[in-house]
């Protein structure tokens, strides 16, 4: 799988104030922070959506249901600008939709068992070096996608099996777990 953000487009030219090498300050967060409230509505929404939906329906028809689906979308489109303004502002790549389980308490004894599966991610930040060069950030995708079917075709040569991987550009790949469930992985 191959995936450029989506088709959203990440020139190549950044504000060299907020993403230089320079502390950054008088910078006003009240489209940050707007944006932060607009997003906590809009979950709050969603809780309340499920929450109701779900009393109607089973999981699965709850999960495709519109109301659910266009909340998820509404949050994904504000997580997206938030993304975007921490970026355009701040010159940062905030991994702010990620998910990340504590497993610190989990049993380190804990068998594993075949078709038990996980994700991984490698990110890089990478910047154009600061003399004039042909160098371009969208020739970085291609090496990041054929650096990640050469660690796939390691990964199966010592026996492991890759369902799908991708590569991304501004965001991290999110994989298809659904599909995964489904057929009983």
Do not use: C, K
Not at 92 to 100: E, K, N, P, R, V
Not at 115 to 125: E, K
Not at 153 to 179: K, M, N, Q, S, Y
């Amino acid at each position: 799988m191959n995936d450029a953000h989506d088709g959203h487009e990440h020139p190549d030219e950044h504000d060299p104030a907020s993403h230089g090498r320079e502390p950054l300050a008088g910078v006003d967060p009240a489209d940050l922070h707007a944006t932060v409230d607009e997003l906590a509505v809009a979950l709050h929404a969603y809780v309340e959506t499920a929450v109701g939906v779900r009393a109607e329906f089973g999981a699965r028809e709850a999960d495709e249901d519109p109301r659910v689906l266009a909340l998820e979308a509404r949050v994904g489109s504000l997580n997206a600008r938030l993304y975007d303004l921490l970026h355009a502002r701040l010159g940062l790549h905030a991994d702010l939709t990620g998910m990340t389980w504590d497993d610190t308490d989990a049993d380190a004894d804990t068998t594993v068992s075949p078709g038990d599966h996980d994700t991984f991610h490698l990110g890089f930040v990478v910047e154009l070096p600061p003399t004039v060069s042909d160098l371009t950030l969208d020739a970085v995708i291609d090496i990041v996608d054929d650096g990640g079917a050469q660690i796939a075709h390691t990964l199966t040569e010592r026996g492991f099996v890759v369902g799908e991987w991708g590569a991304g550009r501004g965001a991290p790949v999110l994989l298809d777990d659904e599909d995964d469930e489904e057929d009983g992985l």
